[in-house]
Structure formats: structure tokens, C-alpha cells
């Protein structure tokens, strides 16, 4: 379940030079005032550069500054690229933890960076490194209108059906770049006798739309929905966590309300363990001393509040020495890449973070950190590549795969 | 801004960007927006004129003298800012210039576990720095109710109180010596010792207590040696709710009796403060209808010394009127106290929902006084929210031991008022400030000193904290080191009228 206790239609409206709507000013007023500042130290990036203008409190005071006719729009330009749209002050904030449901008036952040990164594109003004988001985006784009197949390629050989009422979503990340994970998925889901099918032409569901292009993310996401409920869908399993809040979030935020639930992977698996759909073999000798720990991706743990079921399978997994680190305490902590854009805006900050994350797993003495977001997966390796961090970085459904002896 | 000033300016940051590296002399209007209030209300309008000129982020000590080194030169103030999430305005740059935020200064240099000191880099949050402490088992003790986000330079700056200062000291107690860049640019150490650990030498003067407290007028803590204690093995906090204030007040006075060593701290709720939590706090814990005012009080120690006291608690507590109200209730209360505080969003007792900041005045007054000092004080706010019903609120009274190391004597004494910054018009304000003023001066003439925690330089209350509480020689005294130490008045100039100091000069 996504929990999102604030959606802020007053967001849609334009920030234009130097005027802000008068909502958004009390909103921007609300953290400014707040003065608690909880949302620096839990920041990752506040914690690489120490610079308080990276912050929720530096982004909603600049706007607040912005409307007592101290600057405008074009300044903060830069600063607003940094931001991994981590949600992790949105849940430090106060505004969140003590007054959210009772005010109404939760801090969203991450909502609030995208809306500014898309009034700036929209007052032609753009920000650093814009056109390489677009060329990103485009890239991608060019999938959903390239030829039939390529999509499911990943899917080659898995004979899977294109309709049912349980569908596997499939994201152009995941289909493209790391295509072990959604095979891992299928190759579950079947074993365990779960009915599913893939959409043909699933739409594009990037992040970095919503950082520049609001109409297209949710042109593909109509699409999306559409699709899926032809299809015949009742329940549609997410294996990309990004892909879960686009769904839980923005498309009810900007579509409405769906026609089919929602379900993580991690959520799935865990009542297929549950109910002895799913059951592990024996431990192997090379896997009876691994000692793992667990990344919570921001998009699942900061944002959805999923953080249960990856560490009920793992606790499951033969062989597997388990180390936790509370969901609350790895608020503080993000792979690095990001949840769109960020990566591409800031490499350096991003390495960083990411060596950062590594670093505390290797310091708890384990051997691999499990993960469930293909894009940490990604990053984590590319860092413990250049960093010579010795952790290695193992996707969830790999390890549920070896165990369930599915190679 | 006049030509020569300008020039000056421009002039400074050329030699700032060489010295710190361009990334790090920032000039943007954000960032000096978001580094020049601090976290006691404002009023919005003033925000513009308070700007400073640059904001620098120093990563060493060489570099915050090089700073103070530039801004001497060319006659351009300086403003240290930690966190900023100071109470005095300290932080807030009254003449423009250089903000020097430290907070890329966030090393820890050494960890002392046997001799127990823990050196620093004052840009390190307390939170954080107990996180690495913690598997020695140690800590550092000084936990005021913003210990999630200040910093040390902050807290030193303002010559900070603990939540804990009843066991364990303030932070005063807790420094055992410092590195400072002083106005004028030269790297010292205060302290006493050989090294940096001594913490009671009878050698010279007591300097390192000059350094704490004075509001960032007299120099930058660019590191500190802190004496560490080991982490107490259990906590017991207990709260009990009472039918009158009178009750309240009572009671404390038996614990500051009692002779518990490892009483840790005593709180009492006024009435207000109470019915204020009911219709404004989520987080607080719904109490029964009778209950009017409170007492809660924290122990750390061994758990066989937290066994053998409590009896002697519940039985103070119910001698005096107070009701028990389980360990639900006393751990939930004492788990947030650094929560607890404001959000911007209030209830009002007419069930709307205002957005308004906090302002908490923090004097100091002894046990005997807190009857006239509360009744005082609230005929003044009640004055003030009668005249402007839309711009104040009144959000009751705190009173929490302020003696280091004993439960006994003085009070830090808190009157938490709403202040609706948004709408805030130059009339409105003064009738704040002259509001302030006229609390301070109660605290004052009830023998007690205007700040026990944030510092005396707010506007309204500086007037008193100079020209009364210190007026026995002190304030001159004060104004006679600054000249000493800061010849150009360089360092956070406007507070606690330390100006007065060049004036003479000027008028020469
Ligand atoms: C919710 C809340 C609760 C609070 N509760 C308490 C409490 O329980 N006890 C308490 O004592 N205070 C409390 N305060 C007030 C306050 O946070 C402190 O007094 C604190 O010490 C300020 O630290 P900072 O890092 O935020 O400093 P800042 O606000 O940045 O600075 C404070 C002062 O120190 C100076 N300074 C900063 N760095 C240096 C340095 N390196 N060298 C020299 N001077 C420097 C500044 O110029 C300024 O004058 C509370 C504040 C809030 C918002
Ligand atoms: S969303 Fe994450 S990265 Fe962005 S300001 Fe909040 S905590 Fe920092």
C-alpha cells in the first residue's frame, strides 16, 4: 500500500518567475516554519555535501524566499537538481510524522521537486543537464514505438500468455537492462503455478518524466492501465519498485482510480511461502555461509512502506545468515542513483552515496546485499566495481530463484 | 549599497573563492535566504533586510581563519551559523556580510574511550555522533529538545541546556577544550592542560567559559574536546498528572529534596500546556478530563539503582497529589520530547486551524518564584492575544530543572506563544517585542536571568539581558573584551549591543 497521506492538487499550478501560488506558500511556510529541520541529516544527499540548500527545508524556504520578492524561478535552477526524490524527509518531516492526518498536510518533497523541475522546462528555462534527461527519455520512448517483440524479448523462450487476471508488469528498465530479473520473476511465478500473462506493449514508465514531461507520463500511463485491463487484468504484480509508486501514487493521483490491484513481487512471494506455493530446497554447501544483509530501496521502503516481505523471504532463504538494518534506519540511506534523474544530473554525489551504502554493508561483515530495485541493482554493482568495496550486490529474486533450484 | 562598500565586497569574495575554492563562496539569493533566519519567529517582512552578502562553507580550521583573516581586511562582518535552529537569533545576520556555515566541518578527529573524551569538528550534529559512539558503549549526554538537529559549534555558541543537565550537565559542563579562530584571525586553544582532556585545573583564568555562550561575538569553535559518559544502562521515566498546577509545583520542590543522585530531570506541565497538547498535539497521549497540570521525571542509572529509587518516586509523587499514569504514558511522553515541538499547523481553541511559528521564551528562575513569574507572564501574553486575537496564541508553560549535576534551585522556564509570521505588519511586531521585553524584565525583577538555554540577543529581550540582569558592571565589562578581542567589530556585530563598544571611537 502506498502512503501517500497528501496529494497537493495546487501543485498543478504554475510557478511562473517570480509569483507562487498562494497555497503553495503556505505549504512552502509550513516546513520553513516548522524549523525542526529533521529532513537535513536524513538526507543523503545533505549528508555527502552538507549544503542545507539540498534539503526540504532549502527547497520549500527558497520558494518561500522566492514569494517575499527575493529572487526568482531561474535561480534555484541548479539547486533543485539536488535531489534523489528519496522521500526520506518527507517522513522525517513533523508535518508528516505528527500532524499528516491530522492537518491534512503531510510534506511531499519529492512531489514538489518534480513540479518544479517541470515549471522550469515549461518556462523554457530548463535546468543543468536537461537535455540529456530528454535524451534519456527519448531513448526510451523510442522503445514503446520501435518494433513488436523487442519488448518482450527478455521473455524469449518463457512462452508466456499476453492476457489473464493476474499480469506481470514489466518495465523498459528491467526489460532492457537488467532482463535476469524479470526472467527470474516468470520463471517464479510459474513454478509456483501462478496463472500470468505480459503485456505485448507495455508504456513507458520512467521517472524522469515526471521530472520534465507530466503529459507523456500520463499519456503511457493511460495506456498502461488500458492495456492491462483488456488484458483481462485483476491483479497486476510490480517487479520494478519505482514502477510500484508510478502506480500507487501518480497514476491514481493523475488518472484516478484503478480497475485492478496493485501487488509488489516481494508481497506476492511471500504469500506463495506462506501458502507452500513456493517451497526451497536444501541449502547447498557453498550457500549454507552467506552471510547477507538488505538494502530497503527508497521507492519501497521511504515511499510505499514495504518492508516486510523482502525480509520475511530472505529470513526463509536456506542457508542464509540474516543482518538487519530497521527500515527507520536506512531512511537515511539511498543506493545513489536515485529515483530518476539524479544519477544522470550528479555522478560524482551519486558514486559517493552509493560507496557510502556499500561501505556500512561491508561494515556489518556480510558478504551480499540483497536487493529488489532493479536500478540499485545497477548502480551498487557499477559502484562496488569502481570502489573495490568486497560486497556483492545480489538481487532478491535471483537467491529465491537458486533456492527454488530454478537455473 | 555605496560604491566603496561594493567594491569592498566584490574585492572580498575574489580572495574568499581563492581561498575556499569557488563551489563553497555561494551568493545566491537561496542560499542566503535559507541561512539567515534562525528558528524563533521572524515575521516575514524583515526576512529581505536581514540577507547576508555571501555565504562560505570552510572545511578546516585554516580555511575559517583565512575567512576571518579576508573579512578583517576589508571591514566585512562575519556570522558563524551550526544549524540555525537557534532561539537568541544568533545565527541571524544583523549587517549583512559573511555567513560562515560550518557544517562541512563534521569530522570526529578522536574517540577517548578510556580517558571518555570525544574530540570534534563543531559541525557534527549530537545525534549522529552518539550513532558512531554507541557500540562503546558511551555517549555524549547533551540532549536539548532539538538534539536531532544541531550542531556542536551551535550548541556551544549559545552555551546550550540539557534535557539531561540535571544528571549529567549542560553544555558548559560538557566541553573540556576548545580550538578557536579568534575576530582577529589567530588560531587558540582554551582549556586547561597540557592536552585537550583536563577537566579541573586551577592554572590561569577560566577562559574556555568566555568562549561558550557568547553567541558566536568573540570567535569560531572550529574544534572541541567533550567529555564523554558511559551510556546508562537503563532509563526510568515516570509521569504523573495532578488536579492544580499548585500540586505540580509541590511536588517538584520534594524531588529537589529527595536526594536521588541519579534523578536525570524534573518537568511540570501548566494547565495551559496541558490543554494546549489536547486540542494541538497528535502525539500526545489522551488524558482523563480531571487531569489539569503534570510532572514528569527521568532517572538513568544502573538498573538496581532505578529499582531501589522508585518506590521513593511513586511515593513523592502520590504524597503530593500526583496520580501515576503507567509506563505506557511516562515512556510515550519522554520518548518525545524532541518531537513534541512545533509544527506549523495549529489547532486554536476556537477549533480552527491557524498557521502559525513558535516562539518560547527560556529564563531562568529559581523554585520560589515560579508562582509570581507564571502569573506575571500570563497576564502580559493575555494582553497580548486580547489586541491581536489572530496573531497570537498562547500554548502554556514548561518548567524543567535547570541546575547542572542537581535536581534543585533553578527552573528553566518556558512560555511557548504562537506567532503568525505570515501576517506580520511592522505594528504588530513591535507590540511582540515590547510583549517580550516585559517578560524578561518580570524574570529579571524575580531574580532570575533572561536565558537559561538560547541566549539573551533576541530583539525584546536584549534590552533587559544588557541593561538590567547584566547592568552591574558586567555589560561594561563585556563591551571592554569584545573591543579587546575584535578591534574591528567583525564578529556577529548588532548582538547583545556590543556595538556600544566602537561607539566612542566613532563619535571621536
Ligand atoms: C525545537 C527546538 C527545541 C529546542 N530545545 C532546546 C533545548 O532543550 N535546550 C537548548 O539549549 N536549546 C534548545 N533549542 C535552541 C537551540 O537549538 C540551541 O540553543 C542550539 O544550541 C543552537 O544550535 P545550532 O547548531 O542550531 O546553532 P545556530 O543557531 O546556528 O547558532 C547558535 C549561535 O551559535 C553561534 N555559532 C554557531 N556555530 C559556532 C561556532 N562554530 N563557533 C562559535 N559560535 C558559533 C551562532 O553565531 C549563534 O549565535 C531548541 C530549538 C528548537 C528549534
Ligand atoms: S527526497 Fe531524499 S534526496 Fe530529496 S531532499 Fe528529501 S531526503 Fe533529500
Known amino acids: ?407 | 549599497m555605496a560604491v566603496e562598500v561594493a567594491e569592498a565586497l566584490e574585492a572580498a569574495i575574489g580572495e574568499l573563492r581563492t581561498a575556499l575554492g569557488t563551489e563553497y563562496v555561494m551568493t545566491d539569493f537561496h542560499q542566503r535566504a535559507i541561512r539567515t533566519t534562525n528558528t524563533s519567529p521572524m515575521g516575514l517582512h524583515q526576512w529581505k533586510d536581514l540577507l547576508p552578502d555571501v555565504v562560505v562553507m570552510p572545511a578546516s580550521t585554516a580555511q575559517v581563519a583565512a575567512v576571518v583573516k579576508i573579512a578583517n581586511k576589508f571591514l566585512i562582518p562575519i556570522t558563524p551559523r551550526g544549524a540555525g535552529a537557534g532561539l537568541a537569533d544568533g545565527a541571524t545576520p544583523m549587517k549583512r556580510g559573511i555567513i560562515v556555515d560550518i557544517k562541512r566541518m563534521c569530522d570526529i578527529l578522536e574517540i577517548d574511550d578510556e580517558d571518555m573524551t570525544v574530540t570534534v569538528q563543531p559541525g557534527i550534529n549530537m545525534q549522529e555522533l552518539n550513532k558512531v559512539l554507541r557500540p562503546l558503549n558511551v555517549w555524549f549526554p547533551d540532549d536539548p529538545a532539538s538534539y536531532p538537529v544541531n550542531v556542536l559549534g551551535g550548541r556551544i555558541g549559545a552555551g546550550g541546556w540539557s534535557l539531561l543537565g540535571t544528571g549529567y550537565g549542560h553544555v558548559p559542563d560538557l566541553v573540556c577544550s576548545m580550538e578557536v579562530v579568534t575576530p582577529t584571525g589567530d588560531i587558540i586553544r582554551v582549556g586547561a592542560g597540557g592536552g585537550r582532556k583536563i577537566r579541573k585545573s586551577s592554572v590561569g583564568y577560566r577562559l574556555k567559559d568566555l568562549f561558550i555562550g557568547h553567541q558566536g561575538t568573540l570567535g569560531i569553535c572550529t574544534e572541541v574536546t567533550l567529555d564523554l559518559a558511559p551510556r546508562p544502562q537503563a532509563q526510568l521515566p515516570v509521569f504523573f498528572a495532578t488536579r492544580s498546577w499548585e500540586d505540580a509545583h509541590r511536588m517538584t520542590l520534594a524531588f529537589n529534596r529527595s536526594g536521588i543522585r541519579c534523578l536525570s530531570g524534573v518537568v511540570m506541565f501548566d494547565e495551559a500546556k496541558v490543554e494546549f497538547l489536547r486540542r494541538d498535539d497528535e502525539a500526545w497521549i489522551p488524558l482523563p478530563e480531571w487531569v489539569n497540570s503534570a510532572v514528569a521525571t527521568i532517572c538513568y542509572g544502573t538498573s538496581v539503582e532505578l529499582e531501589a529509587v522508585k518506590s521513593s518516586i511513586f511515593d513523592i509523587g502520590a504524597a503530593n497529589g500526583g496520580v501515576y499514569m503507567g509506563q505506557e504514558i511516562s515512556e510515550g511522553d519522554w520518548a518525545s520530547r524532541h518531537d513534541r515541538y512545533h509544527l506549523a499547523y495549529h489547532g486554536r481553541s476556537d477549533g480552527t486551524i491557524r498557521l502559525m511559528s513558535w516562539s518560547c521564551e527560556d529564563a531562568a528562575i529559581t523554585w520560589s518564584q515560579l508562582p509570581t513569574v507564571k502569573r506575571r507572564w500570563y497576564e502580559i501574553a493575555e494582553a497580548l492575544v486580547a489586541k491581536h486575537p489572530e496573531h497570537f496564541d498562547i500554548w502554556g508553560m514548561f518548567m524543567y530543572t535547570g541546575n547542572p549535576f542537581r535536581p534543585w534551585g533553578d527552573f528553566l522556564t518556558e512560555i511557548d506563544i504562537g506567532v503568525n509570521e505570515l501576517e506580520m505588519t511592522p505594528e504588530i511586531w513591535a507590540d511582540w517585542v515590547e510583549a517580550k521585553t516585559q517578560i524578561a524584565r518580570v524574570s529579571v525583577e524575580c531574580g532570575g536571568s533572561v536565558s537559561a538555554a538560547h541566549g539573551g540577543t533576541r530583539e525584546g529581550e536584549v534590552d533587559v539581558a544588557c541593561y538590567e540582569e547584566l547592568k552591574d558592571g558586567q555589560f561594561d565589562l563585556m563591551k571592554r573584551i569584545k573591543k579587546m578581542l575584535d578591534p574591528n567589530n567583525i564578529m556577529n556585530p548588532g548582538k547583545y549591543h556590543l556595538d556600544e563598544a566602537y561607539e566612542d571611537e566613532e563619535t571621536a
Request: aromatic residues 10%; proline residues 4%.
Open chain 1, 1 to 407: 500500500m502506498s502512503q501517500q497521506l497528501s496529494s497537493k492538487p495546487f501543485y498543478d499550478e504554475k510557478i511562473e518567475g517570480t509569483i507562487i501560488p498562494l497555497p503553495l506558500i503556505k505549504d512552502c511556510y509550513a516546513v520553513f516554519a516548522c524549523r525542526h529541520k529533521f529532513c537535513r541529516e536524513v538526507c543523503p544527499v545533505y549528508q555527502d555535501d552538507r549544503d542545507e540548500s539540498h534539503t526540504s527545508y532549502g527547497f520549500h524556504t527558497a520558494l518561500l524566499g522566492i514569494s517575499q520578492g527575493m529572487g526568482e524561478l531561474a535561480d534555484i535552477r541548479e539547486t533543485i537538481t539536488n535531489c534523489l526524490e528519496c522521500g526520506a524527509c518527507e517522513l522525517r518531516c513533523p508535518n508528516t510524522l505528527f500532524g499528516g492526518d491530522f492537518y491534512g498536510a503531510s510534506t511531499t518533497t519529492v512531489d514538489l521537486v518534480r513540479k518544479v523541475r517541470r515549471d522550469l522546462v515549461a518556462s523554457e528555462i530548463g535546468f543543468e543537464k536537461y537535455e540529456e534527461i530528454v535524451a534519456t527519455v527519448d531513448r526510451y520512448i523510442a522503445y514503446f514505438e520501435g518494433p513488436e517483440g523487442d519488448l518482450t524479448k527478455w521473455a524469449d523462450g518463457l512462452n508466456l500468455a499476453t492476457s489473464g487476471e493476474t499480469m506481470l508488469f514489466v518495465d523498459y528498465f528491467n526489460a532492457f537492462e537488467t532482463t535476469d530479473i524479470p526472467r527470474n520473476a516468470a520463471k517464479i511465478l510459474t513454478a509456483a503455478g501462478v496463472d500470468f500473462g505480459i503485456l505485448p506493449r507495455p508504456g513507458a514508465t520512467l521517472g524522469e518524466l515526471l521530472d520534465v514531461n507530466l503529459e507523456t507520463f500520463v499519456e503511457m500511463g493511460r495506456h498502461n492501465v488500458a492495456a492491462l485491463e483488456q488484458a483481462g487484468a485483476k491483479r497486476v504484480i510490480i517487479i520494478n519498485p519505482h514502477d510500484y509508486t508510478y502506480f500507487t501514487r501518480d497514476y491514481t493521483t493523475h488518472i484516478g482510480e484503478l480497475p485492478f490491484e496493485v501487488v509488489f513481487i516481494t508481497d506476492v512471494l511471500e504469500e506463495l511461502t506462506n501458502n507452500g506455493q513456493i517451497v526451497f530446497g536444501e541449502a547447498t554447501a557453498s550457500e549454507v555461509f552467506s552471510k547477507v544483509s538488505y538494502h530497503d530501496p527508497c521507492t519501497l521502503n521511504k515511499i510505499c512502506g514495504i518492508t516486510e516481505s523482502p525480509r520475511s523471504i530472505i529470513g526463509k532463504l536456506p542457508g542464509v545468515t540474516y543482518i538487519d538494518v530497521t527500515p527507520v534506519e536506512q531512511w537515511s540511506y539511498c543506493c545513489g542513483k536515485g529515483n530518476a534523474s539524479f544519477k544522470t544530473l550528479h555522478p560524482d554525489t551519486s558514486y559517493k552515496i552509493g560507496a557510502k551504502r556499500l561501505q556500512a554493508a561491508a561494515d556489518l561483515g556480510v558478504s551480499q546485499l540483497v536487493l529488489a530495485c532493479p536500478h540499485c541493482k545497477d548502480q551498487l554493482t557499477d559502484v562496488g566495481a569502481r570502489s573495490g568495496v568486497a560486497i556483492e550486490p545480489v538481487h532478491i529474486l535471483t537467491l529465491v530463484a537458486q533456492a527454488m533450484g530454478l537455473d
